[in-house]
């Protein structure tokens, strides 16, 4: 990939959503503006993550918020790039490139906006490799890199610069500072150098969602397994295939948690599978035995379409494929875990690595 | 007495029915002409079971006639789309993603003007009226006839959207209005969009009523006159005029209303078999179980309601070749069953022949067809019933048991016991399900809301909306006593402080007999 079209732009899309693992919010109006915004002012230039120079100046961009307000109040089209030179302006330097914070979920276009209404280029990679709840869950952390100064901005042209303590007071400030700001963010940090980039990067996930997407497509014309394949692919497995029998929802503390219990289908008859999300899913447990669990992707498709199903479209009586794809490695060290393993969000069991099917 | 009509692409069936029994049932072709078409079913059910005009109490019909003139973007007025919220949507502005062919169909009058609220309704900027009146004079330099006004977070507020409009209306007396809080729920460009399409309606609505008014009217009946909805609820002349898009996928409901009530299963399996496709709902509570994608009308995408439904290629139409692996479908002879199949005298095999070959039934001259195999006949019967039960199987949403319901006038492929269901049901007049289900359709009322703020109860949120859903269920002709609650959805809104949450109630209740038009 060195490039990203108007006609790529839908693949990205789809294939993201997977990545989501259920969360990141549905990226389809964030596809309408992507597109709108590279039919303005042309096609993103891409850079591989190995080709970042060591004098870059790298700021991921993203949108906070909750997905149900950004459907109905979307963004104007130039906040994320007011963000940027936002934070040029509090660190001194120029930015450079663009990258992507969170390639899950509608997080996967606003760096394809920011880079087309900037007309910076834009890093093939990502902050998390998948889609998490929370600002400080990205490799990042691990490297100590601050995610301040960061800037965030809303479409009546206000801007907030945080400078804070530490990631999570970066979270904390900013989440208030979303709502005041009508529950919808451009927000622009983690700024980094080269190396710094080069390390705290996920590669290639941009083009890995293109991938994803296309390969939806060609599944369905093809009339192949779009799980089956994804698992081969990306050295994942699939869990289940059931039917959505119960979909229990809560809020606490600004988050949708909850759980969705399946009852096989097909070859997995007899057989149960409980998903507990809070906004992604974290946790899938079969006939009472974890078989995965955050950081690894758990990704709940359509059984006959192969489209991703977000935690907040699960209903009663959908047939879906659980499939779960490998984390980055770094999440599975024990400080990834310390930040994004199960105990973090409050499971007691420990992590179960996916184990790639046979091929 | 009530009469149920249903419009469909190749025929119109008409029942008379006193409450949930059917008194007459007939199915004629459709006609070019809507009126003439009408007045030949109510003919022929006066003939078959003469009624006295004046003891019609309610006359329903199910239509696809809107649906069909956005599909091929016919007879649509030219409308301006007004979205009140700028500065923020601008980078998706209205008609994003829209087929050419429809936006011009539309004229691509667009307008981003400001106004528009936040989820927590403070407003994003104020409402502009100089610009508003601005607009109203290039419209009327324009000539368009029609408006959609959107306004962001309109569910949670409509006073923007509704000034708005005063302020068009007095300055374009004869514009036909459309506002987006009345017609869709919370997504901006899925409700503007279906707002648009139900704009650029409003002059199909006025035609069509008016052909279904003059049809009655020439068969004497002096009743309401009532259209079906994709809820499965009803709605009066006044309301199509308003909200033309509400008859959208109003036929699968139907069928499955139909199906519900004349088995008197208020859950259970629908199998509709046509003559080109088979499909399947699930009836839950009486009403069909609505689908929870985005839905597509011609190429637009909304977000209304649709039933559930799957779909295989198989009906009475469908062409066979016989062999040890049959082949069914998806190709069909379609309406042309009556010259191109073997026992009307044709030469095609269709799926109709080896019912009548199987003994399923008798239609034509089963002699034409009594030279077929019987084993490969018996196996083919076999292929069609375990692909509609496996794809039945596929509705159901637990594994309790539940009955299935065979409708349609194909489902005579289908044999009484199916693999995986331990009842099948096929009612009396199964053939004309959906004229039925129109027949039988309730009035109903929704609501679709965000709720935010700390102090907000939940109880309170609910009681609320239940209020304000029954209410809409009695406006719409529903008789007090009979309005309940069929559908609670809460949907907190992630990644957010607080408790905001998004409810959606509806409520439904039967029709008031005896009223005047």
Redesign the interface.
């Known amino acids: 990939m060195n490039m990203i079209e108007s006609r790529d732009v839908r693949d990205i899309a789809r294939g993201a959503a997977i990545l989501g693992a259920g969360?990141g919010g549905d990226p389809?109006?964030g596809r309408?503006?992507a597109?709108?915004?590279i039919d303005r002012y042309g096609p993103v230039t891409t850079v591989a993550l190995e080709d970042v120079p060591d004098d870059a100046f790298v700021v991921p961009v993203a949108i906070?918020?909750?997905?149900?307000?950004i459907?109905?109040?979307?963004?104007?089209?130039?906040e994320l790039a007011r963000a940027l030179y936002a934070v040029e302006a509090v660190a001194g330097r120029k930015v450079t490139h663009v990258a992507c914070l969170e390639a899950g979920g509608l997080n996967s276009m606003t760096p394809i906006?920011a880079a087309a209404t900037s007309g910076l280029p834009l890093i093939d990679g990502d902050g998390m490799g998948r889609a998490f709840?929370e600002l400080q869950m990205v490799l990042a952390t691990l490297d100590g890199i601050a995610a301040t100064p960061m800037a965030m901005v809303d479409?009546?042209?206000n801007t907030v610069a945080l400078e804070t303590i530490d990631n999570p007071w970066a979270e904390r400030l900013a989440?208030?500072a979303t709502?005041d700001m009508?529950?919808s963010a451009s927000i622009a940090l983690y700024p980094m150098t080269g190396p710094q980039a080069r390390r705290a990067l996920v590669p290639d996930t941009l083009s890995q969602a293109l991938w994803i997407g296309a390969t939806i497509t060609r599944c369905r014309d093809e009339h192949r397994d779009v799980a089956r394949t994804l698992a081969a692919e990306l050295g994942g497995s699939v869990l289940f295939t059931g039917?959505v029998?119960d979909v229990v929802?809560?809020?606490s503390?600004?988050?949708?948690r909850g759980s969705a219990r399946l009852?096989g289908?097909g070859a997995d008859s007899g057989s149960r599978m409980v998903l507990s999300f809070q906004?992604e899913h974290l946790v899938a447990d079969r006939d009472g035995e974890v078989v995965a669990s955050v950081p690894d992707l758990i990704c709940v498709l359509d059984a006959?379409t192969g489209e991703p199903v977000t935690t907040?479209?699960m209903?009663?009586?959908?047939?879906v494929v659980v499939l779960a794809l490998p984390c980055h490695p770094r999440w599975r060290t024990a400080e990834g875990l310390a930040l994004v393993g199960p105990a973090y969000f409050g499971y007691d069991h420990p992590y179960v690595p996916v184990v790639p099917s046979e091929r | 007495m009530h009469i149920g009509i249903d419009v469909g692409g190749t025929n119109t069936d008409a029942v008379l029915m006193d409450h949930t029994h059917v008194l007459e049932a007939v199915k004629n072709p459709t006609t070019h002409d809507v009126t003439s078409g009408i007045i030949g079913a109510l003919d022929d059910l006066a003939a078959g079971r003469p009624f006295d005009p004046q003891d019609i109490d309610a006359v329903a019909i199910g239509t696809t006639h809107f649906t069909n003139a956005v599909v091929q973007a016919r007879g649509l007025a030219s409308t301006a789309v007004i979205r009140l919220g700028l500065p923020a949507a601008a980078g998706v502005p209205p008609l994003t993603a829209w087929p050419r062919r429809l936006r011009l169909a539309l004229g691509d009058h667009v307008y981003l003007c400001s106004g528009g609220h936040e989820f927590d309704g403070r407003e994003i900027s104020p409402l502009n009226e100089d610009e508003l009146r601005r607009v109203a004079g290039d419209l009327a330099a324009k000539g368009v006839s029609s408006a959609a006004i959107t306004s962001i977070f309109s569910p949670v507020n409509a006073e923007m959207e509704l000034r708005a409009a005063e302020i068009l209306r007095a300055e374009l007396p004869g514009l036909r209005v459309s506002l987006s809080h009345e017609i869709g729920r919370v997504g901006l460009l899925e409700r503007e969009n279906a707002t648009v399409i139900n704009a650029s309606l409003l002059p199909v609505a006025e035609q069509i009523t008016n052909a279904f008014l003059k049809a009655l009217d020439k068969a004497g009946i002096d009743a309401p006159l009532y259209l079906s909805q994709n809820d499965g609820t009803l709605m009066d002349v006044d309301y199509v005029r308003r909200y033309p898009v509400a008859t959208f996928a109003a036929g699968p409901t139907n069928s499955m209303r139909g199906a519900a009530v004349l088995s008197g299963l208020s859950d259970c399996i629908v199998v509709d078999v046509g003559g080109t496709t088979t499909d399947v709902g699930a009836v839950v509570g009486g009403f069909p179980r609505p689908a929870t994608t985005e839905v597509d009308i011609g190429g637009v995408r909304t977000n209304f309601r649709m039933p559930d439904v799957v779909s295989v290629g198989i009906g009475g139409g469908s062409r066979v070749t016989l062999g040890d692996t049959p082949v069914i479908g998806p190709e069909s002879v379609g309406f042309r069953i009556h010259q191109e199949a073997m026992v009307f005298g044709g030469s095609t095999l269709t799926a109709t022949d080896i019912a009548v070959a199987g003994g399923r039934v008798r239609l034509g001259d089963p002699s034409r067809v009594a030279h077929l195999n019987r084993t490969e006949v018996r196996r083919c019967q076999q292929v069609v019933a375990e692909r509609v039960a496996a794809l039945a199987d596929s509705m159901r949403t637990s594994a309790e048991p539940v009955p299935m319901v065979l409708v349609g006038g194909g489902s005579v492929l289908l044999p009484d016991e199916m693999p995986g269901f331990d009842a099948v049901v096929r009612p009396e007049h199964f053939a004309v399900a959906n004229a039925i289900g129109a027949a039988i359709a309730q009035v109903g009322g929704e609501v679709d809301k965000v709720y935010s703020g700390q102090d907000l109860d939940r109880e309170d949120i609910l009681a609320e909306a239940s209020a304000e859903a029954r209410q809409k269920a009695l406006l719409a002709g529903a008789t007090p006593d009979s309005v309940r609650i069929v559908e609670i959805d809460e949907l907190p809104m992630a990644y957010l402080p607080g408790n905001a949450v998004r409810v959606r109630v509806k409520a439904v209740g039967d029709l008031i007999f005896g009223g005047s038009r």
């Open positions: 969360g389809h109006v309408l503006l597109e709108n915004m906070m918020g909750a997905p149900t307000v459907v109905e109040k979307p963004p104007s089209g130039d906006i709840p479409e009546k042209g989440r208030s709502v009508g529950c039917k029998a929802r809560q809020t503390g600004g988050f949708a009852d289908i906004n006959d907040e479209a209903r009663y009586g959908f047939r």
